[in-house]
């Protein structure tokens, strides 16, 4: 666990198999270093207060007298020792012990700003992280090596919430890591990617991108056309779009379908302007 979550950490347990027992309760419980070193005795006061109830279950509530007594990247042994009656009989032992590991240490913040750049960037620029598809590679060159631990992956994610592994695409650098192709998915509008590196303890460290804007358009184009008079074939047109590029003036347009005749288009395709076709 990291040291955010044993600050909120719990203890449980169960007895099994009280059915012929009685008076059962806990006289200890107490955390061990690993290597047989550091040890930690919970409270009279905390340990008095835990109930056992019907089905055998217990738990020690969450208390800074022991959480803050643990050492941060060590391993614990929590033993629990017992003590009741046994068809008539005193008995005090030790039940099944478990581990936990501390663990707070992550990749230290990594110097530097790093870039971004996705795939399938569609559009006029194939470098503005503007683009119609939703399922991008992304690539991240970062402005010093990065060495991961074994238990540390680094992440992209396009929306905070979902995160996606990059891996290390230099081995010579440790600079240029990537996503697998279209793993990533983009959220529609404009938004940012970002990058962390986290161990399985949970332990996180951000990375400063620079360029990490995107925005995701899948709408269409649209036009409008203002005039300023009501004859055929002469008069002033304004033509405004509301995306990059050119706008072009549909002059006439022809649905292709079963009852279309190769006359018909003929006649069509005569027409020196700029005319659309709709099969």
């Known amino acids: 666990i990291n040291a955010n979550e044993l600050a909120a950490a719990t203890i449980t347990g169960k007895i099994a198999n009280q059915s012929n027992a009685s008076d059962v309760s806990i006289t200890e419980i107490k955390f061990i270093s690993g290597n047989g070193g550091t040890q930690h005795i919970v409270g009279d006061a905390?340990?008095?207060?835990?109930?056992?109830?019907?089905?055998?279950n217990w738990t020690l509530v969450n208390d800074a007298s022991w959480t803050s007594a643990l050492d941060s990247d060590k391993a614990y042994i929590v033993q629990v020792t017992l003590s009741g009656t046994l068809l008539g009989n005193a008995m005090n032992g030790l039940g099944q012990t478990s581990s936990v590991t501390i663990d707070n240490t992550i990749t230290a913040t990594l110097a530097g700003t790093h870039t971004v750049?996705?795939?399938?960037?569609?559009?006029i620029l194939d470098n503005d992280r503007i683009t119609n598809d939703s399922a991008v590679k992304v690539s991240l060159t970062l402005a010093s090596a990065l060495t991961l631990s074994a238990d540390e992956t680094l992440q992209v994610s396009a929306d905070g919430a979902n995160w996606v592994e990059a891996t290390n695409t230099d081995t010579n650098t440790n600079t240029a890591w990537a996503t697998a192709d279209d793993a990533v998915t983009l959220a529609t509008?404009?938004?940012t990617l970002t990058a962390r590196?986290?161990?399985?303890?949970g332990n996180v460290t951000a990375l400063a991108l620079s360029d990490n804007?995107?925005?995701?358009?899948?709408?269409?184009s649209s036009a409008t056309l203002n005039t300023t008079v009501a004859t055929k074939n002469t008069g002033n047109i304004s033509v405004q779009s509301s995306e990059t590029g050119t706008a072009y003036l549909v002059h006439s347009s022809i649905t292709v379908d079963a009852n279309t005749t190769?006359?018909?288009l003929d006649a069509f395709a005569l027409a020196d302007k700029v005319n659309k076709v709709t099969i």
Do not use: E
């Open 46 to 56: 905390l340990k008095n207060a835990i109930s056992i109830d019907t089905d055998g």
């Open 117 to 123: 750049t996705i795939s399938n960037d569609t559009g």
């Open 189 to 191: 509008g404009a938004n």
């Open 197 to 201: 590196v986290i161990d399985t303890a």
């Open 213 to 220: 804007d995107y925005t995701l358009d899948t709408a269409g």
């Open 262 to 264: 190769q006359a018909n």
